[in-house]
């Protein structure tokens, strides 16, 4: 028979952890960005902003390469210089850089930002409670075995949020009068932008497959019609 206190300490172990790396990664960002003030992406901003309640939406541009965007779990929205750059060169419009915005309030929107500490932890005592189990089954093996369900797991749990915050962000860009069709041309420029050359198996990645997001998104809008 199991016994609990191993999964209490692991579910607590989970949150010391995430909330160490939470208050890690906000200083990061704190120190190491910059309000964006940009005319246009201002006017898309309020646009959205006036559909969603706010007064406004505020955006922060991180200072690294990568191309990406990103909801803190304080609810700031991030940019990163990688990003920015792309789009002062042409390779991003201004419209496909707010379906990124409208991405991340998505995220914020949703919860999902707030509700990792609570997968984080969830996963964490799942993934020692199956290595106690397939330990007695696969001695040697448990662990890994543990390791990789978990993995799967935490993955599928982010890609639903990733559909999730997709659909918020294109109700809310159609809403704004800035439409899908950025979000849609965005997706098809993600692995130029991001220098990636391959995709791991689907069920194995923390985001959907680019082509299954359009999908999503172009059935949002034929129930739209």
Not at 139 to 147: Q, T, V
Not at 163 to 191: N, W
Not at 202 to 213: F, G, I, N, Q, V
Request: glycine fraction near 8%; proline fraction near 3%.
């Amino acid at each position: 028979m199991l016994k609990l206190s191993p999964i209490l300490l692991a579910v607590a172990y989970g949150l010391v952890l995430f909330f160490f790396s939470s208050k890690r990664l906000s200083a990061d960002l704190t120190q190491n960005s910059t309000l964006l003030t940009d005319p246009i992406l201002d006017q898309h901003c309020r646009l959205m902003a006036q559909n969603v309640g706010l007064d406004k939406i505020t955006v922060y541009v991180h200072e690294v390469e990568p191309v990406n965007g990103l909801a803190a779990t304080d609810g700031r929205i991030f940019i990163t210089r990688g990003f920015m750059n792309k789009y002062r060169d042409g390779s991003v419009t201004s419209e496909e850089l707010a379906s990124v915005i409208a991405h991340e309030l998505g995220h914020i929107a949703l919860g999902h930002a707030r509700r990792r500490m609570i997968d984080f932890s969830a996963q964490n005592a799942i993934r020692v409670t199956l290595s106690m189990i397939l330990g007695r089954i696969i001695p040697g093996l448990g662990i890994y075995a543990a390791n990789i369900l978990t993995s799967l797991l935490a993955a599928r749990l982010s890609r639903s949020d990733e559909y999730e915050a997709d659909a918020y962000a294109a109700a809310l860009l159609e809403k704004s009068g800035i439409g899908i069709a950025p979000q849609i041309t965005l997706f098809e420029k993600l692995g130029r932008l991001t220098g990636a050359t391959g995709q791991p198996m689907a069920w194995l990645m923390s985001h959907p497959k680019t082509e299954d997001r359009i999908k999503a998104i172009e059935h949002l809008k034929d129930g739209w019609a």
